[in-house]
């Protein structure tokens, strides 16, 4: 099949491009200009007329990428118009005439362009991350993995784990070959090496997710504290219904902001009290969730009413903040019992100290992101992979040192094939090629 779709943003625009990509490309541009195709990777301005009518649509410009020098690794063509929606529903109208051609799905051409090996798993995950990232240190990682260091040093350890595979086959193939002992010593030496590697990798505090994802922080506390006015003072925006009436805010409410280039998303939660009412009951039940998952939890309490409950104490860990709110209505000094916890004293309605409660957050904000070129998982599938390869390496290990090299290599295939999932490449015959080009058999 042929695909067709909008790949500048939807909406009124000076300039759209429609992409095409498939067997039937050519057919396509010809139909829709009358002329033959432009030279290939040069811009060329034609009239764009609608199939079998001949009526003009628009003018615009056709850049014309011959297979296999193109994005998807097809024919492909793009068609740069005016970005109105009347002239992109006619050019879709008239390319939808044209047998075996349909509407692309979402990320089909980045699909395309991976299946047809032009890009790996990982570059379409970053192009997808490059696309949608609204921060600058967003951005900046997924040109990171665009640039294919984390697929490089997948690769690596992938190939080692494939060079250890192609001896312990080796051995079982020919089981009256005595293998050299420093082969059997590469085999546990190397193996030690990916082990450490992973488990390196694994050590990251999660910093790339919390970069892709936003770095989340939960606003928690009693009812009537002051949450989701402080919600709205850091969007500079009305969030959340601020009301005298306790328990108003019964959903967790959320907003994304941008704080010195950091992606964070915010959460108002339902106020935590005794509630027989069940609505506000599962509201603070969400609430605690929340807390659970936090990066980092405000918890915003109100000066007059410093009597924590059990459930408030132990919101209060290291990745906490206690906001002491209303602090214009203070009479004296904060209990010392208090002051042992990490807190500030804000007044919201007076504006009082927000100034150095957005410090404070920005601090631990630095701290979470202390970025490198380590950071090489963006996702938790590559996560998941990275233990499961993890976990049969550690396998093969225990196997190995019992010469049990039958169900060792089972292991090894596995922990192989986890890694190779992470950048999309999965092939049994890479085996055979490394034991051909490694051994000398029959010597």
């Known amino acids: 099949m042929t695909i067709y779709s909008l790949s500048s943003g939807p909406g009124i625009s000076g300039i759209a491009i429609i992409r095409v990509s498939g067997p039937d490309t050519s057919n396509v541009l010809k139909l829709l200009t009358n002329k033959s195709l432009p030279k290939p990777r040069v811009a060329t301005l034609r009239k764009i007329n609608k199939i079998n009518t001949s009526e003009l649509i628009d003018e615009g410009i056709l850049l014309w990428f011959p297979a296999p020098e193109s994005y998807t690794g097809e024919d492909m063509a793009e068609i740069q118009v005016h970005g109105s929606k009347a002239v992109i529903d006619a050019i879709h109208s008239s390319i939808s005439k044209v047998e075996n051609c349909r509407l692309a799905e979402p990320g ?71 293998l ?22 694994l050590d990251d505090q999660k910093v790339g997710e919390r970069i892709r994802e936003g770095f989340k922080i939960a606003i928690l506390g009693p009812t009537n504290a002051g949450k989701s006015s402080l919600l709205n003072h850091l969007s500079n925006r009305d969030v959340a219904i601020v009301s005298e009436i306790a328990g108003t805010t019964r959903d967790v409410i959320e907003t994304h902001l941008n704080i010195d280039g950091y992606p964070v998303i915010v959460s108002d939660t339902a106020g935590i009290r005794d509630s027989k009412n069940e609505i506000e ?24 009413n410093l009597d924590f409950t059990d459930v408030l104490m132990g919101l209060l860990d290291q990745n906490s903040i206690l906001v002491i709110n209303k602090s214009d209505l203070l009479k004296g000094d904060i209990d010392p019992e208090i002051k042992k916890f990490n807190h500030i004293l804000i007044s919201i309605k007076e504006n009082l100290n927000i100034d150095e409660l957005i410090s404070k957050i920005k601090k631990n904000l630095k701290n979470k992101f202390i970025t490198s070129d380590d950071i090489l998982i963006t996702r938790e599938r590559h996560r998941q992979h ?36 992470i950048v999309g490449k999965v092939d049994v015959e890479e085996i055979l090629g490394s034991i051909f080009n490694d051994f000398c058999i029959g010597k």
């Open 180 to 201: 050299p002992n420093d082969i059997l010593k590469e085999i546990k030496k190397s193996s030690d090496e990916v082990l450490i590697n992973i488990k390196k990798i």
């Open 281 to 304: 009951k599962k509201g603070i039940k969400l609430s605690l969730n929340r807390a659970d998952e936090a990066d980092l939890k405000l918890v915003v309490v109100d000066v007059k």
């Open 386 to 421: 990275l233990e499961q390869c993890l976990e049969h390496l550690n396998n093969f290990n225990k196997k190995n040192e019992v010469e049990d090299f039958d169900k060792a290599a089972e292991d090894l295939r596995l922990a192989t094939r986890h890694l190779g999932m």
């Open 108 to 178: 089909e051409f980045t699909k395309l362009a991976f299946q047809n090996g032009k890009i790996n798993l990982l570059k379409a995950e970053s192009i997808a991350d490059l696309i949608s990232a609204e921060t600058e240190i967003q951005r900046k990682q997924a040109i990171k993995i665009m640039n294919g260091k984390s697929a490089d040093q997948f690769n690596f350890l992938r190939e080692k784990l494939l060079k250890i595979l192609s001896h312990v086959e080796a051995k079982i193939d020919f089981p009256d070959e005595d």
